[in-house]
């Protein structure tokens, strides 16, 4: 299927503990994003790639580092979790300005 | 900076009433607007978009939207709500020059269609 995948789907996780997710797309997209849904169901970017390089960083603390070895390819890395991390996190890539998201990793932080 | 509002958390139809979710947007230039849906549990998914052209735009599911560019507004409509159509709908803009294609959305408008 032609898709943004994303794993993995759920994630339980001590504080202070360091988690990855990863993020794939096969839709030949140039663009790739992480965005955060927080309990309120609100939407917010994180970071935006276009071809490999950071174009957005939406004053994200540094504890999360996003890496793109090859424009299919953004994960993300999160060091010393803490409770607030708790949320929704969808990677998505664009085309026309369409954005296609993942299916979400749902991160939870005790 | 661009912004989208979407006046109303909550939106309740009978099944078979027609709907509107409301969206208001603020950006410089011409605006690109798109509606997103996302059921429970799921991602987003691309319902429709307004670039250019008819100010009526036709998308997934029997939805539509209409661009009034005197009102700021891009209102989601159908005419014959279904009760598979409760979700959770978004409204996003972007601005023709706006960086890598950066999406403002709004924060969200619970849909529920009452049989």
């Known amino acids: 299927d032609t898709a943004v995948s994303q794993t993995p789907k759920y994630l339980v996780t001590q504080m202070g503990n360091d988690k990855s997710i990863k993020c794939e797309q096969n839709l030949g997209h140039d663009t790739m994003y992480w965005y955060k849904q927080d309990s309120k169901k609100f939407l917010k970017i994180m970071f935006s790639?276009?071809?490999?390089?950071?174009?957005i960083n939406e004053t994200v603390p540094n504890r999360f580092s996003p890496k793109s070895p090859d424009k299919a390819h953004l994960n993300l890395h999160i060091n010393s979790l803490e409770l607030g991390d708790s949320a929704v996190y969808f990677c998505a890539s664009s085309q026309a300005g369409v954005v296609f998201f993942g299916p979400g990793t749902r991160l939870t932080v005790l | 900076a661009q912004s989208v509002a979407q006046p109303e958390d909550q939106v309740n139809v009978a099944e078979g009433n027609p709907l509107t979710v409301k969206c208001t947007y603020s950006v410089s230039g011409n605006p690109y607007l798109f509606w997103y849906v996302q059921y429970p549990n799921r991602g987003l998914q691309f319902l429709l978009k307004?670039?250019?052209?008819?100010?009526l735009v036709k998308g997934s599911y029997g939805f539509e939207a209409e661009f009034n560019k005197s009102q700021t507004s891009f209102h989601l409509k159908k005419p014959s709500a279904l009760v598979s159509d409760s979700a959770l709908y978004f409204c996003a803009v972007r601005g023709p020059n706006t960086n890598a294609g950066k999406s403002t959305f709004g924060d969200g408008t619970t849909l529920t269609v009452k049989p």
């Open positions: 307004y670039i250019t052209g008819d100010n």
């Open positions: 790639y276009n071809n490999k390089e950071l174009i």
